[in-house]
């Protein structure tokens, strides 16, 4: 994290996780709304178009910051090296960057919005199948380290730094993730990916848009949080 600016951080950080969500929350809006020509597209459409969203991203914001886009990644990075002197600004800024990009989701599919008549949080933000704050915090958790790791290994160890390859790696863990442990929560997977977009959805006038669910919305963020300190850890220690 050192090794750039703190205005190359906000920059890369809020550009970066802002095409993260207009891209990852676009593929939820294109399956979900009415209107839309990727109606009822599935869960694979879902799964493969934020792995090309984290892949975008990335690459954008890579030679600004390092392509955190995620705060569990940002932790997972202190807890490993102990450098904790930017981790406000990265946090702070992919907050900020992911607000940004849930807005633009709105913007784009407006006339979807607002030809309206379900909840939409779905777009936005992650909810569980079954609702057992024990079970969605533990998938929350073990989905996060195993990204965290992956990063951790594939993305920062011996020579793969922030090469395209690493990126690629990033993009299909993602995808994996999504394919194999997203089912129960929707693989938050990052507090910023869920906050972000619940405060937008919340601020928004969406017609019929339904309830933002307060009373989940800290599991996406705690486990996700849990997740990447434990990674960190886990990585420090073994490797």
Sequence with gaps: MSAFSNGDIFVGETLGTAALILLG?????????????????????????????VLIAAYMSAPKSGAHLNPAVTL??????????????????????AFIGAVLVWGTYLGQFQA??????????TGPEIRNPIQNMLTEIIGTFVLCLAILTQGLNKGLGLSGTGIL???????????????????????????????????????????????????????????????????????
């Design 25 to 53: 929350g676009g593929v939820c809006a294109a399956v979900t709304l009415k209107k839309s020509k990727a109606i009822n597209a599935g869960w694979l459409a879902i799964t493969f178009g934020w792995g090309f969203a």
């Design 116 to 125: 309206n008549e379900e909840p939409t949080l779905g777009i936005f933000s």
């Design 169 to 239: 790696i990033v993009a299909l863990t993602v995808v994996g993730i999504g394919l194999s442990l997203g089912g129960p929560t929707g693989y938050a997977i990052n507090p910023a990916r869920d906050l972000g977009p619940r405060v937008a959805h919340a601020l928004l006038p969406i017609p019929n848009k339904g309830s933002s669910d307060w009373s989940y919305a800290w599991i996406p963020v705690a486990g996700p949080a849990i997740g990447g300190l434990l990674a960190g850890g886990f990585y420090h220690i073994v490797f």
């Design 76 to 97: 997972a990075i202190a807890a490993d090296t102990g450098d904790w002197s930017k981790v406000p600004l990265y946090i702070g800024s992919q907050m900020l960057g």
